[in-house]
Each structure stands twice: as C-alpha cells, then as structure tokens.
C-alpha cells in the first residue's frame, strides 16, 4: 500500500517568515495529494491539494508543488502569521471509487509572535 | 452549526467494555469516513460508506469493530471488548459525490477514546 513519510515533525519560525513541508510517497498510481491543517480539539481542514497533472498550485500565502518522477510534494507558506500554528499534514491518495488519503505523521507549526 | 457532529467527544472506559460512537454528516453528504488518528500520527482510514452501503474497510478494522449507517444518514462506530489499543482519537468525515472527480471530506471534530 501506500506509504507517506513527512518532515520535519516540529518546525518552529518567526511571524513572517516563511515556512516549508515537505513530503514522499511510494506508490507512482497515486494521483492526489490533499494537505490538512488541524487545530487542537477539531478535525482536519482540507487547505489546499494538488492534483498529478500539475506541478505547483498557489492560494493566497499557501502553494504546493509536486514532483511525479521523485515522488515528492511540498507545501510552502509565506509571510506566516501566529493563526498558522496547528498540526499540517500532507495526504496522498488514488482515485478507486473513492479517494482514500494515506496521511503523513504530520508537522507541528509553530509562529512565534 | 451545519457541520459533522459526533457524539460523545470524549470516552473513557474499562478495558472489555463495549462502546458506541455516533456520526451525524453533512445533511445531503452521500458519503461518509471513519478514520482513527493516535497521538502523533495522522488519520488512517477505517471505512466508508455511500448512502447505506459499505463500500471499503480498511484490515485496520478488525472483528471487534462494526459501523453502520442504517438509513444512509448518521452512522455508528462499534467497538467491541475495547483493549487499550483501542485509545485513539475516532474521527468522522463526509463528502458529497458527483462522478468520478474527488470530493472534499469534511471532518468532524472527533470522538477520544480512553480505554483504562
């Protein structure tokens, strides 16, 4: 099956500054790849996703950018802001009746006033 | 509030003890997902159904684990002779569905589970 790694685990910045997470998948048939940002004591929020015929997708202060041959993706978010702290994660997912996500172990951000 | 809903929030209980948590959807959401999620990881999948049927379960969902949606609307999650194992955060989520294009799962906020 599908195996997602993410990282860092932890990543801690400054109000402003700009913020990175990357992941990998395994499986090549994987087509989407939705990110999640969750909250303490709530549910993921789908905040953006990339589908494989594209390579980057941007909205506002987040984009994505998607690598097929090494399988990796990324979620960049810029000018970040104390309301962005929560736990990330990245998802991948092939489309079999239903899309199925295989998250990541997820990001904890940090924005230091 | 329009959103999924679960109930209760939080659960302790006896290690053998049975529980029950229950999911209310979207009104109009045909499909719906239950994930576990433990401390430090993301969510991994259960089960879904669309309507009442359903469609997938993951071998995570082992025979003491039973969902239903009965009339395609709330749904149920099981747990039978619960093991500490069992402690993990039960979350829900659910998504309309038109053809063959991904639909955004909206999640609930979660049922804790303690098993003592």
């Known amino acids: 099956g599908e195996n997602v790694e993410q990282h860092p685990s932890t990543l801690s910045v400054q109000e402003g500054d700009s913020a990175v997470i990357k992941c990998t998948y395994s499986?090549?048939?994987?087509?989407?790849f939705p990110w999640y940002k969750q909250e303490l004591g709530k549910g993921p929020q789908l905040i953006i996703d990339?589908?494989?015929?594209?390579g980057e997708k941007k909205d506002q202060r987040i984009a994505v950018t998607l690598n097929k041959t090494a399988k990796h993706f990324s979620l960049h978010i810029t000018e970040t802001q104390p309301e962005d702290s929560a736990v990330y994660f990245c998802?991948?997912?092939?489309?079999?009746?239903?899309?199925?996500?295989?998250f990541g172990r997820g990001t904890s951000l940090i924005v230091h006033p | 509030d329009t959103g999924v809903s679960q109930n209760p929030r939080h659960k302790i209980t006896k290690r053998g003890q049975n529980v029950t948590f229950r999911c209310d959807p979207i009104s109009e959401h045909n499909r719906l997902y239950w994930y576990r999620q433990t401390l430090g990881q993301g969510p991994e999948f259960l089960t879904y159904?669309?309507?009442?049927?359903?469609?997938?379960k993951s071998r995570l969902l082992s025979d003491r684990f039973s969902a239903e949606r009965p009339k395609g609307s709330f749904s149920t999650l099981e747990i039978q002779r619960t093991e500490q194992g069992d402690s993990a955060m039960y979350l829900c989520?659910?998504?309309?569905?038109?053809?063959?294009?991904?639909?955004?799962?909206?999640f609930g906020p979660g049922t804790r589970l303690t098993v003592l």
């Open positions: 159904f669309q309507n009442e049927a359903q469609l997938e």
């Open positions: 989520a659910s998504s309309p569905h038109s053809g063959g294009d991904y639909n955004e799962q909206f």
């Open positions: 998802a991948a997912s092939i489309h079999r009746g239903s899309y199925i996500p295989t």
């Open positions: 990339i589908r494989s015929n594209v």
């Open positions: 499986d090549s048939a994987s087509n989407y």
